[in-house]
């Protein structure tokens, strides 16, 4: 190792950088691909996952670009992005930094959810006359939602906080995954069996579309509807 070179994180981070920089493709590209995991920061900049059925790429775009959207991004969103491929020299990780976003029709998973709210307002999901009033002091409060996560921990402080006589009975699901819809609307017909609670709390903590999709399931829907 006498006469070989020895680098630093550093450089070789640069030298990377410097490699996609240099790339006449890389350097300024249009890629379709669904939004997904989309974080507006107080900053002004946006950060958000670029993906398709096979693979996935890390974005962000600055402030002076985002500030001249015509649209807000949503996660679900089909969009033709334009902006080049560099490295973020501080994680070794590299990114797509995206100067201009185009809605390129919607997205998969958003498009399924416009189609299912659809069909259950033919259905009459959503009548006024089929909503039921709450009560303003529950006694007794069902929770549905998994017992290991920081919402349970979130609901049982605040609940407690407001109203220290609540009676709180929790009842663990999944709440991500492709069972957790089956889970979820398990919990909410078991409360409806046992009928003792006045309110149910269905939910979880904050996530991707993806993550929280078990919740837009029809099959969760119906089990509302038939609460």
């Known amino acids: ?102 809605p390129a029709g919607k997205g998969a998973l958003q498009l399924a959810y416009e189609q299912l709210k659809s069909k259950l307002h033919e259905k009459g999901f959503f009548d006024q006359e089929r909503k039921k009033r709450i009560p303003f002091f529950p006694r007794t409060v069902g929770i549905v939602t998994s017992d290991t996560g920081a919402a349970i921990r979130d609901i049982i402080q605040i609940a407690k906080r407001r109203n220290p006589s609540v009676s709180l009975v929790i009842y663990p699901v999944l709440v991500q995954g492709k069972e957790a819809a089956a889970s979820i609307a398990h919990g909410i017909e078991q409360f409806n069996r046992w009928n003792k609670a006045e309110v149910l709390i269905v939910g979880r903590g904050g996530g991707s579309l993806e993550d929280l999709w078990a919740f837009n399931e029809e099959v969760v829907a119906q089990a509302i509807f038939d609460s």
């Open 1 to 102: 190792m006498n006469n070989q070179r020895i680098f630093t994180v550093s450089e070789i981070n640069r030298y990377i950088k410097n490699l996609f920089e240099e790339d006449l493709l890389l350097s300024g590209l249009w890629i379709q691909g669904e939004i997904s995991n989309f974080k507006p920061h107080r900053s002004g900049h946006i950060y958000f996952t670029l993906k398709d059925e096979q693979g996935s790429i890390a974005c962000v775009m600055f402030r002076s670009y985002a500030q001249n959207l015509a649209f807000i991004p949503e996660d679900g969103m089909s969009v033709i992005v334009k902006g080049y491929v560099s490295l973020y020299e501080k994680s070794g990780q590299y990114q797509l930094y995206v100067q201009t976003i185009e």
